[in-house]
């Protein structure tokens, strides 16, 4: 089954370094999503991406952040100037497309940043 | 406001037993859909069960089915015959049709815990 990939599982970077966190949505699929989830927490949305543009963004996107679809495949977020509260899980989703509602998204296993 | 609300943060269940799950939502939009996805320890996300505001009828997946009311604005998953690998966290979450970039909204999540 095709499955949403994401890379590195884990990545630990100094304050202050930009990082860039690496996604592989499911070929066919044309909605890409960020959402983090810091430890303990629930998950929280960050941005939609659609016929590549932004299609929304949360509060927590500011300028920091960024997406990118470079290529045909991958799906990259990335964080400027880290801060220690950027340190969460962030997960990378697709979905297939269209408006109807019962399509899932489907979640890659995420990448754990760590920021020291 | 918060628009998912799981009101339970852990619950044991007996192996073999079936658990309820709850999950309540608010939202304006006719339309809308419920997912549940499960995390298990190692992180990664998986889609369960979906259900529509429209659906007439309880989602069923396998052991997973839905106890669906609307005018209750409730949405709480069953799980029949439990099993150790059930244990996990589980995520209420929505979409609704209004929202233009089709994220999912999360609840805080249940951590279920399964005792042999």
């Known amino acids: 089954e095709p499955e949403v990939t994401q890379t590195p599982s884990h990545q630990v970077t100094q304050m202050g370094q930009e990082v860039i966190l690496r996604c592989v949505p499911i070929?066919?699929?044309?909605?890409f999503y960020w959402y983090r989830q810091i430890l303990g927490q629930k998950v929280e949305f960050l941005v939609s991406?659609?016929?590549?543009?932004?299609?929304?963004k949360s509060e927590i996107f500011d300028d920091q952040f960024s997406v990118e679809r470079p290529d045909g495949s991958n799906f990259t977020l990335k964080i400027r100037s880290t801060k220690l509260e950027d340190s969460a899980m962030y997960f990378c989703?697709?979905?297939?497309?269209?408006?109807?509602?019962?399509?899932?998204?489907?979640f890659g296993d995420g990448t754990r940043l760590s920021i020291l | 406001a918060q628009k998912i609300t799981q009101t339970q943060p852990g619950m044991f269940v007996q192996e073999k037993e079936a658990v309820t799950l709850d999950c309540t939502y608010d939202?304006?939009?006719?339309?809308?859909?419920l997912f549940w996805y499960k995390q298990p320890s190692s992180g990664e996300m998986i889609f369960l069960i979906y259900?529509?505001?429209?659906?007439?009828q309880n989602a069923t997946e396998g052991r997973y089915s839905l106890n669906f009311q609307k005018a209750r604005k409730s949405a709480n998953l069953v799980i029949s015959a439990s099993q150790l690998g059930d244990s996990a966290m589980y995520f209420c979450?929505?979409?609704?049709?209004?929202?233009?970039?089709?994220?999912?909204?999360f609840g805080g999540g249940t951590r279920l815990m399964v005792k042999p």
């Open positions: 979450a929505m979409r609704e049709v209004n929202n233009a970039g089709n994220m999912l909204t």
């Open positions: 070929s066919n699929h044309l909605y």
């Open positions: 989703a697709s979905r297939i497309g269209g408006t109807v509602l019962n399509q899932p998204q489907h």
């Open positions: 259900q529509g505001s429209y659906d007439q």
């Open positions: 939202t304006s939009d006719p339309s809308y859909g």
């Open positions: 991406f659609y016929n590549n543009e932004i299609s929304e």
